[in-house]
C-alpha cells in the first residue's frame, strides 16, 4: 500500500532499523525496549500474576517519562512539540485514571499493559525523533507493528518454562 512517499512497508521498516540506523535515538527507546521485554518476559514466566494498580500507574509514568526526555533532547517541529505534549498528557491522564481506579481493572490493564504502553511510546519516538510524517500510512504502519510486537511477545511467553507456584526460593 502507497500513500505518499512512503509504504506501509517502508515505515514499519522504519520502526525496526531506526535505532540502529540512528543512534542517537538508543537513549531514548533503550529504556523502552528493555523495560517491555522485561516485562513481559516477567508476565510469561509467572503466569498466574495480574497486572496491577501499581503496574498500570508505573506504565504510565513510562509514558510521561518518555514524552519529557523527547522535549529535553530532541529539536522538534510545532506539530512534533504537540505530539509530545500528547505523550506527556496520555500519560498524566492514564496515570489519575489507573491512580484512582476511574477505569475497570480490565479496561486498565490493557490500556496499562506493558505491551500497549511501551509499543506506543516507542512508536511515538521513533516518529518523532525521525520526523516520520504522520498520515494514513504510518499510522497503519504503527498499528502493524504495535500488534505484531505484542503478538511475538505472546509467542515468546508460549515457550517459556512457567514458574513452579508452590516454589519460593
Known amino acids: 500500500m502507497i500513500l505518499g512517499d512512503y509504504t506501509v512497508r ?3 521498516e522504519n520502526f525496526v532499523f531506526a535505532p540502529m540506523r540512528n543512534p542517537e535515538l ?3 527507546v533503550l529504556p523502552l525496549i528493555i523495560g517491555v521485554t522485561v516485562i513481559e518476559l516477567y508476565f510469561g514466566k509467572y503466569q498466574k ?4 494498580w501499581n503496574t498500570a500507574v508505573g506504565n504510565s509514568v513510562s ?3 518518555t514524552g519529557i ?3 529535553i ?3 522538534t517541529t510545532q506539530q512534533e512539540k504537540y505530539a509530545t505534549y500528547g505523550i506527556i498528557g496520555i500519560g498524566a491522564l492514564l ?4 491512580f484512582y481506579h476511574k477505569l475497570s481493572d480490565t479496561v486498565a490493564f490493557i ?3 506493558s505491551g500497549v504502553v511501551y509499543t506506543l511510546a516507542y512508536v511515538s519516538v521513533i516518529m518523532i525523533k525521525t520526523s516520520m510524517p504522520v498520515n494514513q500510512t504510518t499510522l497503519k504502519a504503527a498499528a502493524i507493528f504495535t500488534i505484531a510486537v505484542n503478538i511475538g511477545f505472546k509467542i515468546i511467553q508460549s515457550f517459556e518454562t512457567p514458574a513452579d507456584p508452590y516454589s519460593f526460593k
Not at 500474576?49 to 496491577?52: R, T, W
Open 111 to 113: 490500556v496499562s499493559s
Open 10 to 12: 517502508t515505515a514499519l
Open 26 to 28: 538508543l537513549p531514548t
Open 69 to 71: 526526555i523527547l522535549l
Open 63 to 65: 509514558w510521561m517519562s
Open 49 to 52: 500474576e495480574d497486572l496491577g
Open 73 to 75: 533532547t530532541t529539536e
Open 95 to 98: 496515570g489519575y485514571l489507573d
